[in-house]
């Protein structure tokens, strides 16, 4: 923006950050973010200008997305699932993820058919919609949709119903609740705005300084009487044209009455100028690193010291802080609209973003003999745990599960000797009103089974931990829906089902230590009943009144030692053999 002074003196000066105005225009139906809804394209422009700010923008959607939407139950309401996943594309998630986080705002477009059926939840560019006056209760009733907000006449808005408002199409628009406003929300990173600008304007300056051949401020006097207010102007233009780049103007043009003396040019150098600029380049990365709540700029490549291992635990622990301030508070604001979609249908889902880990396959980032055995495995071509998954039972619906819980910490041999005295007592139970009729075992008896006056008790074991699985052994146990016998999880050789994860790439105790070393499964304890002869009704209270505590009251038990219950990343040495 160029100015005047009396002493007809002209200066170049970069124009002040102003925030967007919301405000109501009698002669318009909808509202506008700022004018002509330009406010979203300026946070396009500070997203494509300043380096820092597409960066983070960039790294946190990847990290929110994470590898998309999935359901806890999916398993358990397979029809549900996948009406969830025909309904929302991978696409649809991915770019209103990225509109809630560059724009503050973002908005699902709902496609009903001819029996007002949903059929489709699609994505909307946010910037393309201005929100209808509210009505008397303060209700959002329609959103205006226009490919330029700046020629209305050519694109003229047009009116879709809000989400619960009906109509073939609907707009779910979504934010953040900000104070003060009522039809929009502000960006998180608003007061990091300022520094993103400033990076611009930084990068415009030295590209300039470049194309100037590093040329200092010049000052042009023109000492031969001063023109009018046009011929000024002109000249102004014409030593611009001639002297400054495309950008950042540095020449200042003066006009002095003194006829006796020629034009002079003058420069000012700038003292310390490498440091000077360097100084704002990283406050301004500094400052919109805070604005986006970065807990460590290594989370981006930035190096903060030159210790690898520091940086290891730095990374490890910032992506914790990071993940549970920034990325799940967003997750959880685009599944919170996901899950009121699907309540209209009917459908109740356990949705979550599967989660990316910027660190290893098990998040050790340390340059150990381990880590590298892992990822050499993690690459082997092979068929991951399907030697144990072809021992697994899947058990029928004569079979009552009474009780899923970690194991006991006690030793194996005791469990051993209570189930052998067992047998041979044949104690008596009073188990036999809440049982049902049992048609045959899938597989042969286990140590850990015993049958006491009728009453079949089994114990078998479900792999359970973490949802998010890297390693391919982990992903196929969690992916299978069959439990197993603890004789079928010892006597099966680790490195026929999980090969190189063992202490010098030998065997290891599946059942112990599960996946390896960091880990973060464990095996479930689950306890099962059923009676010969005798069926009961599973909707019954009573039946689910029948608890391991009263198995135990008639003689069963089942222990195990401690490290059954433990996921490998809680031993001592994260599960890897002592050294």
């Given at each position: 923006?160029e ?18 105005k919301?405000?109501?225009?009698v ?7 700022g004018?002509h ?8 422009d ?6 820092t ?6 790294n946190i959607i990847?990290l ?10 999916a ?16 696409d649809?998630l991915?770019r209103?993820i990225?509109d809630?986080k ?5 908005a ?11 059929v ?6 946010v ?5 209808e006056?509210c ?7 329609a959103?205006y949709y ?7 006449k050519k ?7 809000a989400y ?14 900000t ?23 930084v ?10 051949s ?11 009487g001063v023109p ?5 102007t ?5 030593v611009e ?12 043009v ?12 003058d ?16 406050e ?11 807990t ?8 903060t010291?030159t210790g690898?291992?520091?940086?290891a635990d730095e ?10 301030m920034?990325?799940?508070?967003l997750?959880?604001m685009?599944i ?6 699907l309540?209209?249908?009917g459908?109740t889902?356990?949705?979550?973003f ?7 396959s ?6 150990t003999k ?7 495995a993690?690459?082997t ?12 039972e899947?058990?029928?619906s004569?079979?009552?599960l ?11 041999p005791?469990?051993d000797?209570?189930?052998?005295l ?10 036999s009103k809440?049982?049902r009729?049992i048609?045959?075992r ?6 850990q ?11 078998r ?17 969690m ?9 079928d ?27 390896g070393?960091r880990?973060?499964?464990?095996w ?13 009704d599973?909707?019954n ?10 198995a135990?009251k ?14 490998p990343?809680d031993?001592p040495?994260?599960?890897?053999y002592?050294?």
């Amino acid at each position: 923006m160029e100015t005047k002074t009396g002493t007809n003196i002209h200066f170049v000066q970069l124009e002040a950050y102003s925030a967007p105005k919301i405000t109501e225009t009698v002669s318009k139906d909808w509202v506008l973010y700022g004018e002509h809804n330009s406010y979203y394209q300026e946070l396009i422009d500070r997203y494509n200008g300043s380096t820092t700010n597409n960066a983070v923008i960039n790294n946190i959607i990847k990290l929110a997305y994470g590898k998309g939407v999935k359901a806890k139950d999916a398993r358990l309401k397979p029809n549900d699932y996948a009406r969830f996943i025909s309904l929302v594309s991978k696409d649809t998630l991915k770019r209103v993820i990225t509109d809630a986080k560059m724009l503050g705002n973002y908005a699902f477009q709902l496609l009903y058919d001819s029996k007002d059926e949903l059929v489709k939840v699609e994505h909307v560019p946010v910037q393309l919609l201005a929100a209808e006056k509210c009505n008397k209760k303060g209700e959002i009733e329609a959103y205006y949709y226009s490919d330029n907000w700046k020629d209305t006449k050519k694109f003229v808005p047009k009116r879709i119903n809000a989400y619960g408002f009906g109509g073939k199409i609907q707009i779910l628009f979504g934010g953040n609740y900000t104070v003060g406003q009522k039809y929009y929300s502000n960006i998180d990173y608003l007061g990091a705005i300022p520094y993103c600008k400033l990076e611009e304007e930084v990068a415009n300056y030295l590209i300039n300084e470049v194309q100037n051949s590093f040329a200092p401020t010049t000052i042009v006097n023109f000492n031969n009487g001063v023109p009018d207010e046009e011929k000024q102007t002109l000249i102004v233009n014409k030593v611009e044209g001639k002297l400054t780049g495309a950008k950042g103007k540095k020449v200042v043009v003066a006009f002095n009455l003194d006829e006796t003396k020629k034009t002079t040019v003058d420069s000012i150098p700038l003292d310390n100028a490498p440091e000077h600029y360097k100084y704002i380049s990283e406050e301004a990365t500094a400052k919109i690193m805070m604005g986006h709540n970065v807990t460590s700029p290594l989370l981006f490549g930035i190096s903060t010291n030159t210790g690898f291992s520091a940086n290891a635990d730095e990374l490890r622990n910032s992506h914790i802080l990071f993940n549970n301030m920034v990325i799940k508070p967003l997750q959880e604001m685009i599944i919170d609209s996901l899950e009121k979609i699907l309540a209209d249908l009917g459908i109740t889902l356990n949705l979550y973003f599967e989660e990316l880990q910027p660190l290893d396959s098990e998040g050790d980032l340390t340059n150990t003999k381990q880590s590298q055995m892992q990822m050499s495995a993690e690459e082997t071509p092979y068929e991951f745990a399907d030697a144990l998954i072809e021992k697994g039972e899947q058990l029928g619906s004569k079979w009552m599960l009474i009780d899923e819980t970690e194991v006991d910490l006690e030793i194996e041999p005791v469990l051993d000797a209570e189930i052998e005295l067992l047998n041979h007592k044949k104690q008596p139970s009073k188990l036999s009103k809440f049982a049902r009729a049992i048609i045959g075992r899938p597989n042969a008896k286990s140590e850990q089974d015993a049958t006491i006056d009728g009453a079949k008790f089994i114990t078998r074991y479900k792999y359970t931990g973490s949802q998010s699985p890297e390693r391919q052994f982990c992903q196929r146990m969690m992916s299978s829906d069959r439990v197993y016998r603890k004789e079928d999880i010892v006597n099966t050789d680790s490195k026929s089902v999980n090969d190189g994860f063992g202490h010098n790439g030998q065997s290891y105790d599946l059942f112990l230590y599960k996946g390896g070393p960091r880990c973060r499964h464990k095996w479930m304890r689950q306890t099962y009943v059923s009676f010969e002869g005798v069926d009961i009704d599973v909707s019954n209270p009573n039946a689910t009144q029948i608890s391991t505590a009263k198995a135990e009251k008639a003689g069963y038990r089942v222990r195990n030692p401690r490290e059954v219950s433990m996921i490998p990343n809680d031993m001592p040495n994260n599960g890897f053999y002592p050294i």
